[in-house]
Protein backbone atom coordinates (compact mmCIF):
# COMPACT_ATOMS: atom_id res chain seq x y z
CA UNK A 1 0.00 0.00 0.00
CA UNK A 2 1.24 3.21 -1.29
CA UNK A 3 2.20 6.15 1.52
CA UNK A 4 0.12 9.62 0.67
CA UNK A 5 1.75 11.59 3.19
CA UNK A 6 3.37 15.15 3.15
CA UNK A 7 3.37 16.49 6.98
CA UNK A 8 5.58 13.78 8.42
CA UNK A 9 7.12 14.32 12.48
CA UNK A 10 8.63 11.10 13.67
CA UNK A 11 9.77 11.80 16.77
CA UNK A 12 7.01 12.63 19.58
CA UNK A 13 6.94 11.46 23.15
CA UNK A 14 3.83 10.80 25.42
CA UNK A 15 3.47 10.35 28.86
CA UNK A 16 4.59 6.72 28.69
CA UNK A 17 7.97 7.90 29.18
CA UNK A 18 8.65 12.04 29.75
CA UNK A 19 5.89 13.68 27.46
CA UNK A 20 2.69 15.73 29.22
CA UNK A 21 0.27 13.97 27.25
CA UNK A 22 -1.22 10.86 26.75
CA UNK A 23 -1.06 8.88 23.34
CA UNK A 24 -4.77 10.00 22.49
CA UNK A 25 -4.10 13.46 23.59
CA UNK A 26 -0.68 13.39 21.67
CA UNK A 27 -2.30 12.04 18.41
CA UNK A 28 -4.96 14.20 18.71
CA UNK A 29 -3.49 17.47 18.39
CA UNK A 30 -0.67 16.33 15.75
CA UNK A 31 -4.19 15.97 14.01
CA UNK A 32 -5.24 19.84 14.56
CA UNK A 33 -1.78 20.97 13.95
CA UNK A 34 -2.37 19.97 10.11
CA UNK A 35 0.43 17.01 10.60
CA UNK A 36 -1.45 13.93 8.47
CA UNK A 37 1.77 11.30 9.53
CA UNK A 38 3.58 11.19 13.34
CA UNK A 39 5.95 9.02 14.74
CA UNK A 40 6.13 8.23 18.63
CA UNK A 41 9.12 7.19 19.71
CA UNK A 42 8.86 7.17 23.80
CA UNK A 43 11.97 6.08 25.75
CA UNK A 44 13.03 2.49 25.38
CA UNK A 45 9.19 1.27 25.46
CA UNK A 46 6.44 0.52 23.45
CA UNK A 47 3.39 0.59 26.28
CA UNK A 48 2.00 3.79 24.03
CA UNK A 49 1.68 1.94 20.90
CA UNK A 50 -1.87 0.22 21.06
CA UNK A 51 -3.68 3.81 22.70
CA UNK A 52 -1.47 5.46 20.05
CA UNK A 53 -3.12 3.33 17.09
CA UNK A 54 -6.42 3.36 18.02
CA UNK A 55 -6.54 7.08 17.67
CA UNK A 56 -4.77 7.67 15.17
CA UNK A 57 -7.19 5.43 13.66
CA UNK A 58 -9.93 7.65 14.87
CA UNK A 59 -8.22 11.06 13.81
CA UNK A 60 -7.32 9.53 10.68
CA UNK A 61 -3.80 10.38 10.69
CA UNK A 62 -0.79 7.76 9.59
CA UNK A 63 1.25 6.63 12.22
CA UNK A 64 5.07 5.13 12.57
CA UNK A 65 5.29 3.14 15.51
CA UNK A 66 9.23 3.55 17.19
CA UNK A 67 11.38 4.04 20.25
CA UNK A 68 13.80 6.47 21.57
CA UNK A 69 16.36 3.73 22.71
CA UNK A 70 19.16 4.85 24.97
CA UNK A 71 22.60 4.37 24.36
CA UNK A 72 26.31 5.42 25.55
CA UNK A 73 29.34 6.50 23.55
CA UNK A 74 32.97 6.75 24.79
CA UNK A 75 31.81 10.88 24.43
CA UNK A 76 28.26 10.42 26.40
CA UNK A 77 25.53 9.25 25.74
CA UNK A 78 23.59 8.91 22.44
CA UNK A 79 19.84 8.55 21.30
CA UNK A 80 18.68 6.01 18.19
CA UNK A 81 15.11 5.96 17.41
CA UNK A 82 14.19 2.57 16.09
CA UNK A 83 11.25 2.45 13.86
CA UNK A 84 8.84 -0.07 12.67
CA UNK A 85 10.47 -2.85 14.98
CA UNK A 86 8.92 -6.27 15.75
CA UNK A 87 8.04 -5.14 19.44
CA UNK A 88 8.01 -8.73 20.41
CA UNK A 89 11.58 -9.51 19.93
CA UNK A 90 12.96 -10.73 22.97
CA UNK A 91 16.43 -9.57 22.88
CA UNK A 92 15.61 -6.27 22.36
CA UNK A 93 12.75 -5.79 25.14
CA UNK A 94 15.33 -7.44 27.51
CA UNK A 95 17.97 -4.76 26.77
CA UNK A 96 15.32 -2.07 27.09
CA UNK A 97 13.80 -3.41 30.05
CA UNK A 98 17.31 -3.27 31.81
CA UNK A 99 17.53 -0.12 30.76
CA UNK A 100 14.44 1.63 32.12
CA UNK A 101 15.56 -0.36 35.66
CA UNK A 102 19.07 1.10 35.34
CA UNK A 103 17.24 4.29 34.63
CA UNK A 104 14.57 4.40 37.09
CA UNK A 105 17.34 3.62 39.93
CA UNK A 106 19.74 6.24 38.52
CA UNK A 107 17.15 9.29 39.28
CA UNK A 108 16.61 7.63 42.57
CA UNK A 109 20.74 8.55 42.99
CA UNK A 110 20.23 12.03 41.62
CA UNK A 111 16.94 12.66 43.61
CA UNK A 112 19.34 11.63 46.53
CA UNK A 113 21.98 14.05 46.06
CA UNK A 114 19.37 16.92 45.30
CA UNK A 115 17.86 16.35 48.63
CA UNK A 116 20.99 17.39 50.13
CA UNK A 117 20.62 20.93 48.74
CA UNK A 118 17.30 21.23 47.69
CA UNK A 119 13.57 20.56 49.00
CA UNK A 120 12.64 17.87 47.01
CA UNK A 121 11.89 13.99 47.22
CA UNK A 122 11.30 10.56 45.32
CA UNK A 123 7.51 11.17 46.33
CA UNK A 124 7.80 14.38 44.79
CA UNK A 125 9.09 12.81 41.81
CA UNK A 126 6.99 9.76 41.65
CA UNK A 127 3.97 12.06 41.59
CA UNK A 128 5.09 13.94 38.35
CA UNK A 129 5.75 10.76 36.85
CA UNK A 130 2.31 8.95 36.56
CA UNK A 131 2.23 6.62 34.22
CA UNK A 132 5.37 6.82 32.46
CA UNK A 133 7.46 3.47 31.94
CA UNK A 134 10.73 5.23 32.13
CA UNK A 135 11.30 7.53 34.75
CA UNK A 136 14.09 9.97 33.97
CA UNK A 137 15.86 13.27 34.90
CA UNK A 138 12.77 14.92 32.88
CA UNK A 139 10.52 13.85 35.75
CA UNK A 140 12.83 15.18 38.25
CA UNK A 141 12.74 18.28 36.52
CA UNK A 142 8.85 18.62 36.56
CA UNK A 143 9.36 17.90 40.67
CA UNK A 144 11.96 20.77 40.87
CA UNK A 145 9.21 22.95 38.92
CA UNK A 146 6.46 21.85 41.33
CA UNK A 147 8.42 22.59 44.07
CA UNK A 148 9.00 26.57 43.09
CA UNK A 149 12.69 25.56 42.38
CA UNK A 150 13.07 26.15 38.84
CA UNK A 151 10.92 28.05 36.21
CA UNK A 152 10.54 25.12 34.13
CA UNK A 153 12.63 21.89 32.88
CA UNK A 154 14.69 23.91 30.50
CA UNK A 155 16.31 25.90 33.55
CA UNK A 156 16.29 22.70 35.68
CA UNK A 157 18.49 21.05 33.07
CA UNK A 158 20.22 23.98 32.68
CA UNK A 159 21.26 24.21 36.28
CA UNK A 160 21.21 21.48 38.79
CA UNK A 161 20.50 18.71 35.88
CA UNK A 162 23.08 19.65 33.27
CA UNK A 163 26.24 17.19 33.89
CA UNK A 164 28.54 19.10 35.39
CA UNK A 165 26.34 20.64 37.83
CA UNK A 166 27.38 17.93 40.69
CA UNK A 167 24.50 15.86 40.88
CA UNK A 168 24.77 13.88 37.62
CA UNK A 169 24.48 9.96 38.12
CA UNK A 170 25.82 7.33 35.10
CA UNK A 171 23.47 4.54 34.26
CA UNK A 172 23.17 1.44 32.41
CA UNK A 173 22.62 1.73 28.16
CA UNK A 174 24.15 -0.38 25.17
CA UNK A 175 27.08 0.69 22.53
CA UNK A 176 25.33 2.20 19.44
CA UNK A 177 26.52 -0.45 17.66
CA UNK A 178 25.12 -3.08 19.60
CA UNK A 179 21.58 -1.28 19.46
CA UNK A 180 21.65 -0.87 15.94
CA UNK A 181 22.23 -4.52 15.41
CA UNK A 182 19.32 -5.67 18.01
CA UNK A 183 17.27 -3.03 16.53
CA UNK A 184 18.15 -4.61 12.68
CA UNK A 185 17.56 -8.31 13.76
CA UNK A 186 14.24 -7.20 15.60
CA UNK A 187 13.35 -5.97 11.92
CA UNK A 188 13.90 -2.17 12.74
CA UNK A 189 15.23 1.14 11.32
CA UNK A 190 17.67 2.79 13.05
CA UNK A 191 17.86 6.41 13.04
CA UNK A 192 20.85 9.04 15.11
CA UNK A 193 18.29 10.85 17.19
CA UNK A 194 19.43 14.93 17.30
CA UNK A 195 23.43 14.30 16.33
CA UNK A 196 24.27 17.66 17.48
CA UNK A 197 24.14 15.95 21.11
CA UNK A 198 26.92 13.50 20.73
CA UNK A 199 29.92 14.26 21.41
CA UNK A 200 30.02 17.38 23.07
CA UNK A 201 28.68 19.26 19.98
CA UNK A 202 30.48 17.74 17.41
CA UNK A 203 28.81 14.50 16.78
CA UNK A 204 29.49 11.12 15.88
CA UNK A 205 33.34 10.89 15.49
CA UNK A 206 34.49 9.01 12.23
CA UNK A 207 35.57 5.85 13.27
CA UNK A 208 31.95 5.22 15.32
CA UNK A 209 30.30 6.48 11.90
CA UNK A 210 31.94 3.88 10.50
CA UNK A 211 30.98 1.23 12.67
CA UNK A 212 27.84 2.59 13.09
CA UNK A 213 27.50 2.07 9.11
CA UNK A 214 29.20 -1.17 8.80
CA UNK A 215 26.30 -2.55 11.56
CA UNK A 216 23.67 -0.55 9.67
CA UNK A 217 22.89 2.52 10.66
CA UNK A 218 19.84 3.06 8.38
CA UNK A 219 19.79 7.19 9.02
CA UNK A 220 20.49 10.85 10.93
CA UNK A 221 17.78 12.93 12.25
CA UNK A 222 19.29 16.07 10.75
CA UNK A 223 16.26 18.49 10.80
CA UNK A 224 15.72 19.40 14.71
CA UNK A 225 16.16 22.32 16.97
CA UNK A 226 19.33 21.07 18.44
CA UNK A 227 21.30 20.64 15.37
CA UNK A 228 22.60 24.43 14.51
CA UNK A 229 22.33 25.10 10.63
CA UNK A 230 25.93 25.01 9.89
CA UNK A 231 25.79 21.30 11.66
CA UNK A 232 23.10 20.43 9.58
CA UNK A 233 25.16 20.59 6.40
CA UNK A 234 27.70 18.27 7.73
CA UNK A 235 25.95 15.80 8.56
CA UNK A 236 23.38 16.02 5.26
CA UNK A 237 27.18 15.40 3.83
CA UNK A 238 27.94 12.60 5.92
CA UNK A 239 24.31 11.02 4.72
CA UNK A 240 25.42 11.12 1.27
CA UNK A 241 28.90 9.40 1.89
CA UNK A 242 26.98 6.70 4.05
CA UNK A 243 23.62 6.69 2.09
CA UNK A 244 21.48 7.21 4.75
CA UNK A 245 18.09 7.93 5.00
CA UNK A 246 17.66 11.87 6.64
CA UNK A 247 14.90 12.76 8.78
CA UNK A 248 13.33 15.74 10.60
CA UNK A 249 11.28 15.78 13.74
CA UNK A 250 10.13 17.96 16.44
CA UNK A 251 10.87 16.20 19.34
CA UNK A 252 7.70 17.08 21.36
CA UNK A 253 7.05 16.51 24.78
CA UNK A 254 3.82 18.20 24.96
CA UNK A 255 4.15 20.98 28.14
CA UNK A 256 7.57 19.27 29.20
CA UNK A 257 9.43 21.30 26.55
CA UNK A 258 9.43 24.54 23.98
CA UNK A 259 9.55 22.07 20.96
CA UNK A 260 6.45 22.30 18.66
CA UNK A 261 4.79 20.13 16.66
CA UNK A 262 5.58 20.06 12.96
CA UNK A 263 8.42 22.42 13.53
CA UNK A 264 10.66 19.85 11.61
CA UNK A 265 9.13 17.41 9.12
CA UNK A 266 10.85 14.30 7.55
CA UNK A 267 10.17 14.42 3.33
CA UNK A 268 8.20 11.78 2.19
CA UNK A 269 10.27 10.15 -0.08
CA UNK A 270 12.77 9.29 3.18
CA UNK A 271 10.02 8.08 5.26
CA UNK A 272 9.35 5.53 2.05
CA UNK A 273 12.57 4.25 2.26
CA UNK A 274 12.33 3.45 6.41
CA UNK A 275 9.25 1.71 5.35
CA UNK A 276 11.81 -0.40 2.54
CA UNK A 277 14.33 -0.70 5.24
CA UNK A 278 11.87 -2.21 7.80
CA UNK A 279 10.60 -5.82 8.33
CA UNK A 280 8.80 -5.67 12.03
CA UNK A 281 5.52 -3.81 11.97
CA UNK A 282 4.10 -1.60 8.73
CA UNK A 283 3.27 2.53 8.67
CA UNK A 284 -0.41 2.13 10.55
CA UNK A 285 -2.58 4.15 7.48
CA UNK A 286 -6.41 5.66 8.32
CA UNK A 287 -9.23 3.35 6.45
CA UNK A 288 -10.77 4.88 3.91
CA UNK A 289 -13.92 5.02 4.36
CA UNK A 290 -16.60 4.40 1.60
CA UNK A 291 -18.21 7.47 0.74
CA UNK A 292 -22.19 6.33 0.58
CA UNK A 293 -24.11 7.18 -2.73
CA UNK A 294 -26.11 10.07 -2.57
CA UNK A 295 -29.98 9.90 -3.16
CA UNK A 296 -31.25 10.86 -5.79
CA UNK A 297 -35.08 13.43 -5.03
Known amino acids: MALSFTRIDLHTHSRVSDGTQSPTELIDEASAAGLDCLGLTDHDNTDGWDEAACAAEQAGIGL ?11 SGSMH ?6 DPTNRALTELTAEIRDSREHRAERIVARLA ?9 VLAQSGEAKAIGRPHI ?27 YEPYFAPDPVEAITLIREAGGVPVVAHPATVGRGAGPDDDLMHRMADAGLGGLEVWHRLNPPEFRAHLMQVARTYDLIVTGSSDYHGAGKPNRLGENLTPPDQLERIVEQANGVPVLQPQRRATQPSKSS
Open 80 to 85: MLAYLF
Open 116 to 124: KDFPVTWAD
Open 141 to 167: ADALVERGIVADRTQAFDRMLHPRAGY
Open 64 to 74: VRGMELSTITR
